[in-house]
């Protein structure tokens, strides 16, 4: 499901906190599989008018709230236990011992209590199986890696177990598409099968060069769990498949330095070309509860020079992991490849926060000659402001489309059920709907995060509704304020893909993404309510629904 909708309100008084929505719809929709798109709320006179509205974007922006209200979401309360119901013991988070953050479900790291699991029924799991999110047909994956567009197609690597649906034995997966919504599935790319990543294959970043070759950095977990960091490139840079993959007989190009932990040094950004033709690659690190970016330069992708500062460190942060770094317009509408600087460009830094599982922001300044990162607002450095998502959302990564001129963040979102679960129904994870990431030209601080056109291509039939009331309320799971600048209306886009639902607030301002599991409101039975908290207003709210198609993901046949 696609949902936008609009709304207007004459505000007899508007309060100056943030701005909570009570229900004011309630309509039966099927909605397993649409989309939402709703511009909310005109803005009120100017001597009331709030320069930043609060916004619950949960329960304003997600209609997953809807969903939690009638699905019996186990976030808000354990759901009634059948006599068939399974007793299992949760087994200590998987990762940390081999040095990445916990792959576990989030409401159970560190539990290790004796659990109760629902009596999921085979047509529940079925209907948990999203129809145009990226996923494998099984198994476990987690944070896609070196994204890129070659040859009329576009690639992502993803990491992945080939064996169980849970973490472990960490290959890469890769998988192929024209427009970024179906996809083929290909063979392995790299297998943990060396020395230096016989404890797994784990994120990079793709690097093209301006001769045409591609450089893949990533990290491997070496036998005693040191983290290395290798490079491999196609066999055949001719092959738009890029079916087979080479690994450096250098390996490994990159081994922890002095004063950084053997766990500690890992996923290495795509490249970016400096002022003085060398390359310079970063990769997060940590030293205690210091999260930091460390900078290497190279001219070949084989023999690296450490620089004696960070790029960037915020203290009581912890571990940096997933970094990336590339630049925006200042004003444009337009991506820029990673290699871009000099005037109208800021650049943005971004880490996933190992210690919080937050993918934190920050948009700035930098300096390529002396390779130094300054935020703009220092209140909003990275770790400590603004996020991607505001929801479930997690090792984030970014890369430059040069056919459309755009640049593309990817991010996963992992299961909220049980370990237990994920292996009974056979698979665990996904990808979100690829975004489009620009400057908020309005705010100069933001980012403008917003679903790629090829979306609307699964737009099947639409709904349209306007002007109705419902005096419900319920409980948020997610929330976050939204700025809303001069005269702009609250908007919302909202897309639904069964056991996933991915928000955008104001044009991709804030976006919130979630996971639910309903146990009745499945297939027929499921059903939409948009929620509004709003007190001494009349709201005036028109809405337009998309039902979807699906999108074909599947194995690649010669």
């Known amino acids: 499901m696609e949902t936008r909708s609009t709304a207007a309100f004459d505000p007899p008084t508007i309060n100056p906190y943030p701005l909570f929505l009570n229900p004011i719809f309630s309509f039966l929709l099927p909605l397993s599989q649409m989309a939402v798109e709703t511009p909310l709320l005109d803005p009120p006179p100017p001597a009331t008018r709030r320069q930043q509205c609060g916004l619950?974007?949960?329960?304003?922006?997600?209609?997953?709230?809807?969903?939690?209200?009638?699905?019996?979401?186990?976030?808000q309360q354990s759901p009634?236990?059948?006599?068939?119901?399974?007793?299992?013991?949760t087994p200590p988070a998987r990762g940390v011992r081999e040095g990445v953050s916990a792959?576990?479900?989030?409401?159970?790291?560190?539990?290790?209590?004796?659990?109760?699991?629902?009596?999921?029924?085979?047509?529940?799991?079925?209907?948990?199986?999203?129809?145009?999110?990226?996923?494998?047909?099984?198994?476990?994956?987690?944070?896609?890696?070196?994204?890129?567009?070659?040859?009329?197609?576009?690639?992502?690597?993803?990491?992945?177990?080939?064996?169980?649906?849970?973490?472990?034995?960490i290959t890469w997966g890769h998988a192929v598409s024209r427009d970024l919504i179906h996809w083929l599935l290909l063979p392995l790319a790299l297998v943990p099968d060396r020395w230096y990543d016989v404890n797994g294959v784990w994120t990079g970043s793709a690097t093209r060069h301006p001769d045409g070759n591609i450089y893949m950095l990533y990290t491997g977990s070496t036998g005693n769990l040191t983290q290395v960091q290798n490079l491999a490139h196609p066999a055949d840079p001719s092959d738009p498949l890029l079916l087979h993959w080479v690994k450096n007989a250098a390996n490994p190009v990159l081994?922890?330095?002095?004063?950084?932990?053997?766990?500690?040094?890992?996923?290495?950004?795509?490249?970016?070309?400096?002022p003085d033709g060398l390359w310079r690659v970063a990769i997060g690190s940590r030293v205690e509860k210091l999260g930091l970016t460390l900078v290497y330069k190279t001219r070949d992708f084989l023999s690296y020079e450490l620089l004696d500062h960070y790029l960037h460190s915020v203290p009581g942060t912890g571990m940096w992991e997933c970094v990336d770094f590339f630049p925006v317009a200042v004003n444009g509408t337009k991506?820029?490849?990673?290699?871009?600087?000099?005037?109208?460009?800021?650049?943005?830094?971004?880490?996933?926060?190992?210690?919080?599982?937050?993918?934190?922001?920050?948009?700035?300044?930098?300096?390529p000659v002396e390779d130094l990162w300054t935020p703009d607002d220092p209140k909003n450095d990275v770790g400590i402001g603004l996020k991607y998502d505001y929801g479930r959302y997690y090792a984030s990564k970014t890369f430059y489309d040069q056919e459309k001129e755009r640049r593309i963040l990817?991010?996963?979102?992992?299961?909220?059920?049980?370990e237990f679960d994920d292996l009974k129904k056979g698979w665990a994870s996904l990808?979100?709907?690829?975004?489009?990431?620009?400057?908020?030209?309005r705010t100069g601080a933001d980012l403008l995060q917003w679903p790629v056109e090829e979306i609307e291509s699964l737009r099947l039939r639409s709904y349209c509704f306007e002007s109705s009331l419902a005096p419900d309320v319920f409980k948020v799971v997610y929330g976050s304020s939204i700025p809303v600048v001069g005269d702009e209306k609250l908007q919302m886009r909202v897309l639904v893909d069964?056991?996933?639902?991915?928000?955008?607030?104001?044009?991709?301002?804030?976006?919130?993404?979630?996971?639910?599991?309903?146990?009745?409101?499945?297939?027929?039975?499921?059903?939409?309510?948009?929620?509004?908290?709003?007190?001494?207003?009349?709201?005036?709210?028109?809405?337009?629904?998309?039902?979807?198609?699906?999108?074909?993901i599947r194995p690649y046949t010669h």
């Open 431 to 441: 990808q979100t709907i690829p975004r489009t990431v620009v400057l908020d030209g």
């Open 498 to 552: 069964h056991s996933i639902v991915e928000s955008f607030g104001q044009g991709g301002r804030r976006v919130i993404s979630s996971r639910v599991y309903p146990t009745k409101a499945i297939y027929g039975d499921a059903r939409l309510f948009l929620f509004n908290n709003a007190t001494d207003v009349n709201v005036k709210v028109k809405l337009k629904i998309w039902e979807m198609n699906s999108a074909f």
């Open 410 to 418: 990817w991010g996963w979102i992992n299961e909220t059920d049980t």
């Open 335 to 367: 991506g820029l490849d990673t290699s871009a600087a000099g005037e109208g460009i800021k650049h943005v830094l971004k880490a996933s926060l190992d210690d919080t599982k937050l993918d934190h922001f920050a948009v700035g300044t930098y300096d």
């Open 255 to 274: 081994l922890p330095p002095p004063g950084i932990g053997p766990k500690d040094f890992r996923d290495p950004t795509t490249a970016w070309l400096g």
């Open 56 to 75: 619950i974007l949960s329960s304003l922006l997600i209609f997953s709230v809807g969903l939690l209200a009638f699905s019996g979401h186990r976030s």
């Open 103 to 169: 792959k576990s479900s989030p409401g159970f790291v560190g539990e290790e209590e004796e659990r109760v699991s629902y009596n999921w029924t085979n047509a529940m799991f079925t209907w948990q199986r999203t129809a145009y999110h990226f996923q494998p047909q099984r198994n476990w994956m987690n944070g896609y890696t070196g994204p890129l567009y070659h040859k009329g197609w576009y690639h992502i690597f993803y990491q992945y177990n080939p064996d169980s649906a849970v973490w472990g034995n």
């Open 80 to 89: 009634p236990i059948s006599p068939g119901a399974d007793h299992h013991r």
